[in-house]
């Protein structure tokens, strides 16, 4: 019977992680990709989608396709097989140059640029969701060959609408790789999940962290650093130790770049995802005054449009993005009877400084040995910076007696009601806090990465290089986002206090 029930398990486990699903709602979405010849991005493709790594017999037409991989010298490194079916007869493969997103069959002697009548593979977009997996018999890297006698005129004319072709969000950052083109046909769910996938990255902490702390609730802001600390660090580390790859592509489309290097197992967006929006809900109802299902509407909403942007983006299959939901529930709920302790251990022990520093560099350092260098390493030091140089500026703030939290008699905390001079002053703190942050980053960068190779012995003339050996990334990493962290609770308000915009 157990045994059943983890087979079952298993099986459940391996649907949610096949890449198909993803594939399908990107179609459903409006996005398709383009096309690659580069052989090397095929095969090592091939290899991350070992259920998928064969042609299935073609029903159709009597008819003879070659597939062209090229021009006619390259067709050399074609990998040759016959393949028979009733009345179809496929002489050559190609399948060492199929297309990354997707590939095209056009009649021997042609390149691939060229469109014309005969045998093309059409793209796994052109089909509905039922043809792309029917029977197993799915096509060259998720797609299927299509005859027809149309011509070219023909064949544009059928296109469905307007489509917007666009680049990866940001280039890989192990790589430099800027990734394949891809098509746009639905704008407004392209903004939607790039909104929602930003709400997990660096942009949206730099800002939304300063803009808690300085206008609404410092006692809030710290305790929900904390959380996320905690949540990051343990989603990035499980990372490194389940060492999952990211949804092959082709077939699926790959919208965003940056993290294509990391692994892929649990999804950290969707845990940060989880963990911030139902953090703040746990820690400001019954402290601020506002209705329990408004807030958490909005934890949902926001939860569910993170969640779901990182399957858009073609980085996490849908068992990804359920593990890290559900990992960081778990943590939230092992972790919350801890955060008063947590908190009043970094407010008040006497030498709760060391402690802290501690226990975050052994942290990174630990992290860093879990495997070779990615931007997983990096940002998992960069987190614990933030929370080190938070907690530090938290116990400075307590120990001088500045930004203490108001008393448990002025509970439940009234929101202030809006007006232009509350919002003046709210855009003015934040654009002039978010730009000495900035500065300071930038000045910490230039010091510390030269400061440490030239310790370290490693040559800095090649930064992205540099930052991959550990002696450079993680004193880099801690060091400067120590000094953003502390900055943002300590020197940034107590700026506002000399400029009476506290």
Known sequence: MAHNIITQIGQLCNYLQDPIHVARFQQICGVSGTFSRNPAETKEVERARLHNNSISDFQGENEKCTVNGGEGEKTKSLR????????????????????????????????????????????????????????????????????????????????????????????????????????????????????????????????????????????????LIAIWVWVMYLGQSTKDVIRSSRPASPPVVKVEMFYNSEYSMPSTHAMSG?????????????????????????AMCWCVLVCISRIYMGMHSILDVIAGFLYSLLILVVFRPALDLIDNFNLTYRYAPLIIISLHLGMGLFSFTLDTWSTSRGDTAQILGTGAGVALASH?????????????????????????????????????????????????????????????????????????????????????YSMVGF?????????????QLS
């Open 396 to 480: 400075l703030n307590h120990y001088l007696g500045l930004m203490p939290d108001p008393p448990l008699d002025q509970l439940p905390l009234s929101p202030p009601a809006l007006s232009a001079a509350l919002l003046a002053v709210a855009m003015l703190r934040m654009c002039l806090g978010v730009l000495v942050l900035l500065a300071i980053r930038a000045l910490m960068k230039a010091i510390t990465i030269p400061l440490a190779c030239r310790i370290s012995g490693i040559p800095s003339g090649d930064v992205r290089k540099a930052r991959q050996h550990m002696e450079v990334e993680l004193p880099y990493r801690y060091i400067v």
């Open 80 to 223: 040759q097989r016959k393949v028979t079916s009733p009345g179809n007869s496929l002489k050559q493969e190609g399948v060492a140059n199929a297309s990354q997103n997707g590939s095209v069959v056009t009649p021997a002697g042609k390149t691939a640029g060229h469109i014309g009548s005969g045998c093309r593979l059409a793209r796994s977009s052109d089909f509905g969701v039922r043809d792309l997996k029917e029977n197993g018999s799915s096509g060259v890297n998720g797609s299927r060959v299509e005859c027809t006698s149309a011509t070219p005129d023909e064949r544009l004319s059928e296109d469905p609408g307007p489509k917007t072709t666009v680049k990866p969000l940001r280039k890989n950052s192990l790589t430099g790789d800027v990734g394949q083109e891809f098509l746009i046909e639905n704008k407004f769910l392209y903004y939607l999940f790039t909104l929602g996938t930003e709400l997990g990255n660096e942009l949206f902490y730099i800002t939304f962290f300063p803009f808690i702390i300085w206008n609404v609730d410092a006692y809030v802001s710290r305790r």
């Open 487 to 499: 900055s943002t609770l300590f020197l940034v308000p107590q700026l506002f206090t000399y400029l």
């Open 274 to 298: 989880t963990a911030i929006p139902f953090s703040l809900l746990l820690l400001t109802y019954g402290r601020w005054e506002y209705p329990f299902m408004f807030g958490f509407t909005l």
